[in-house]
């Protein structure tokens, strides 16, 4: 995908058939909180309790019943679930809808909404951009569609004709939103590979989010169903940590 670069070779999500995802590198893994500002809106990621990843390969829960979160512990094949993976296999940026404005553009592929709603965090990023030639927009719409876990937006701009992008290093992170009382997907951020168990690779992403509740309908990736669901891993941790990421457009 433009503006990704493919992590060191060593990291790579395998999705086993019927089964969890085998993380493999030893990439950080730890909780992520939805933060929200002053109005309620969500506005930054915060860390919280780390996982390790030292067991190479790592098998992370992907069927949403294990009952060690965040590993699998063999749950998905003692009961139904639609483990098919339904997603696609285009590029991201192949069917977006674009949205133009003074200094920047915005590319927005809605089926990959995992219903995060930093888009909508001061001002709907669709208006802001719209607005960009004034400064204050500009800077928001860019903050905006760059918090967008999932890259369901992407802001360009205009006169270079790149997107902007967080510079993320190869990491993992466990969505936890606050707001709504739910448990979103796993985060996969700088690049990391992912795979099928025959080698298929898919397009390689900055940053993506995969489905943890084995309810999406478009998967691998999380479709935002786990918040119509509320659907809760039931992991112990708090907001403590550092602020993803740590600089924002």
């Given at each position: 995908?433009?503006?990704?670069?493919?992590?060191?070779?060593?990291?790579?999500?395998?999705?086993?058939?019927?089964?969890?995802?085998?993380?493999?590198?030893?990439?950080?893994?730890?909780?992520?909180?939805?933060?929200?500002?002053?109005?309620?809106?969500?506005?930054?990621?915060?860390?919280?309790?780390?996982?390790?990843?030292?067991?190479?390969?790592?098998?992370?829960?992907?069927?949403?019943?294990?009952?060690?979160?965040?590993?699998?512990?063999?749950?998905?094949?003692?009961?139904?679930?639609?483990?098919?993976l339904t997603a696609p296999d285009t590029p991201l940026l192949r069917d977006v809808?674009?949205?133009?404005?003074?200094?920047?553009?915005?590319?927005?592929?809605?089926?990959?909404?995992?219903?995060?709603?930093?888009?909508?965090?001061?001002?709907?990023?669709?208006?802001?951009?719209?607005?960009?030639?004034?400064?204050?927009?500009?800077?928001?719409?860019?903050?905006?569609?760059?918090?967008?876990?999932?890259?369901?937006?992407?802001?360009?701009?205009?006169?270079?004709?790149?997107?902007?992008?967080?510079?993320?290093?190869?990491?993992?992170?466990?969505?936890?939103?606050?707001?709504?009382?739910?448990?979103?997907?796993?985060?996969?951020?700088?690049?990391?590979?992912?795979?099928?168990?025959?080698?298929?690779?898919?397009?390689?992403?900055?940053?993506?989010?995969?489905?943890?509740?084995?309810?999406?309908?478009?998967?691998?990736?999380?479709?935002?169903?786990?918040?119509?669901?509320?659907?809760?891993?039931?992991?112990?941790?708090?907001?403590?940590?550092?602020?993803?990421?740590?600089?924002?457009?």
């Amino acid at each position: 995908m433009t503006g990704s670069k493919p992590a060191a070779k060593g990291y790579r999500i395998v999705i086993a058939d019927g089964g969890p995802y085998l993380v493999f590198g030893r990439p950080p893994l730890a909780m992520q909180f939805i933060m929200a500002n002053d109005r309620g809106a969500s506005w930054y990621f915060q860390e919280g309790r780390h996982f390790s990843t030292e067991n190479e390969p790592t098998a992370l829960c992907r069927c949403g019943g294990s009952h060690r979160k965040p590993y699998c512990d063999g749950t998905h094949a003692k009961f139904e679930w639609d483990s098919r993976l339904t997603a696609p296999d285009t590029p991201l940026l192949r069917d977006v809808e674009i949205t133009e404005g003074g200094t920047l553009a915005m590319s927005d592929n809605e089926r990959y909404c995992v219903f995060a709603r930093f888009c909508d965090a001061e001002g709907r990023a669709w208006n802001l951009v719209a607005n960009s030639e004034y400064p204050e927009a500009r800077r928001l719409a860019i903050r905006e569609a760059s918090m967008c876990p999932s890259a369901r937006l992407m802001a360009w701009d205009n006169e270079t004709g790149k997107p902007f992008e967080p510079a993320y290093e190869p990491s993992l992170g466990l969505v936890e939103d606050i707001a709504i009382g739910a448990s979103g997907g796993i985060w996969v951020r700088g690049g990391i590979r992912l795979e099928r168990v025959n080698g298929h690779a898919f397009e390689v992403r900055n940053r993506m989010v995969l489905c943890r509740c084995g309810e999406s309908s478009n998967k691998p990736y999380c479709d935002g169903t786990h918040a119509a669901i509320r659907w809760r891993d039931e992991i112990d941790g708090v907001p403590e940590g550092e602020t993803v990421p740590e600089e924002v457009y």
